[in-house]
């Protein structure tokens, strides 16, 4: 298991100029439970076809992200080129986007990646600037860094009106107060919102990789985070409860969340004897499904909420009869298809 971001659970929501303290639970209409269940998901129940596109003339290790646009296939993954790669429709290699290195068309790390509108995003050398690449012109349009408020930022997004929302999960400033999403007019180059305050010490001790902490579906955007008790809607201006997860016996307290004695390894030691659900991340939302993970006690779980009722279930077992044809632990077919 690898812990390679800090993501800080939060207590207070912020206002647009001076900070509104609310409760830190969630209310929405939707209400889902999540319970632990020893089942088998069967993946043509959640997949009507399987289409398989070799990667040919580049060797790719960690592949991230994979998104379509038009008849380009845009794949995030190491190399010794770098780390975001362009293929056409037959998986023909055609160019790499950022080479390695610290040149102005060069980024020595990737952090996030983000598809819009004909362009990709990028965010870049360890969340302190973003890119712009037309996937049209297939060059770079835009280059500019973060201003020093919100570095170092782990996850963005671009909202319908040309804001960029940050996410910053780790504290830099000891003694100034540090929010968790930052709203920045790219045009004006200003900071026009704070939400959700920062727990600085929590962050010390709270550790996951987590992927699309802010994602869009449509033109909605929305936002979740490890130990959050459901997804929220983002705008500019203000957030809201979307889908909340009903208070059960497998929920986390917050007595033992927030505990000043905690370090990194007293805190996992604590999750995975505890009998509560911990790590619920990589959370992907799609036309029908809601699709996340989460760990109970030692073993990984592979939730899938379905948005044509709402009705919520968990697995602990893969049934992949479109491709492998074998029955395998969630936590073993996950890593493996990554």
Request: aromatic content about 14%; glycine content about 4%.
């Amino acid at each position: 298991m690898k812990y390679l971001n800090l993501f800080i659970f939060v207590l207070l929501l912020a206002g647009c100029n001076r900070p509104v303290k609310h409760s830190d639970i969630i209310q929405a209409d939707t209400m889902v439970s999540i319970i632990p269940q020893e089942d088998t998901i069967t993946l043509s129940a959640l997949f009507s076809r399987c289409e398989i596109v070799k990667l040919n003339d580049i060797v790719l290790a960690s592949i991230n992200k994979v998104f379509k646009y038009d008849s380009l296939w845009i794949v995030q993954g190491k190399s010794d080129q770098g780390g975001v790669h362009l293929f056409n429709n037959e998986g023909r290699y055609l160019k790499t986007v950022l080479k390695w290195g610290q040149g102005p068309e060069e980024a020595y790390d990737i952090w996030s990646i983000k598809l819009l509108d004909g362009s990709i995003y990028l965010l870049i050398n360890s969340g302190t600037e973003v890119v712009e690449y037309s996937l049209q012109k297939q060059k770079m349009v835009e280059r500019f860094r973060l201003p020093s408020e919100i570095l170092s930022a782990t996850d963005f997004v671009v909202d319908n009106g040309g804001n960029y929302i940050f996410l910053k999960s780790i504290s830099r400033e000891k003694k100034k107060e540090e929010y968790k999403l930052y709203v920045y007019n790219k045009k004006e180059g200003t900071i026009v919102n704070r939400i959700l305050n920062m727990d600085k010490k929590s962050s010390e001790y709270i550790s996951f990789d987590q992927s699309d902490c802010l994602y869009r579906v449509q033109d909605e955007i929305y936002y979740y985070e490890v130990f959050r008790n459901g997804i929220c809607r983002l705008s500019a201006n203000d957030m809201t409860g979307y889908i909340a997860f009903k208070q059960n016996e497998y929920t986390f307290p917050e007595k033992e969340l927030y505990n000043e004695d905690h370090t990194f390894q007293s805190f996992i030691d604590v999750c995975e004897n505890s009998p509560f659900i911990w790590a619920h991340r990589n959370l992907f939302e799609g036309e029908r499904f809601v699709s996340s993970t989460y760990m109970y006690k030692k073993e990984l779980f592979w939730n899938i909420i379905d948005k044509s009722d709402y009705s919520v279930h968990s697995y602990k077992w893969v049934y992949d009869d479109l491709i492998l044809n074998e029955v395998v632990p969630v936590e073993d077919y996950l890593y493996r298809a990554n």
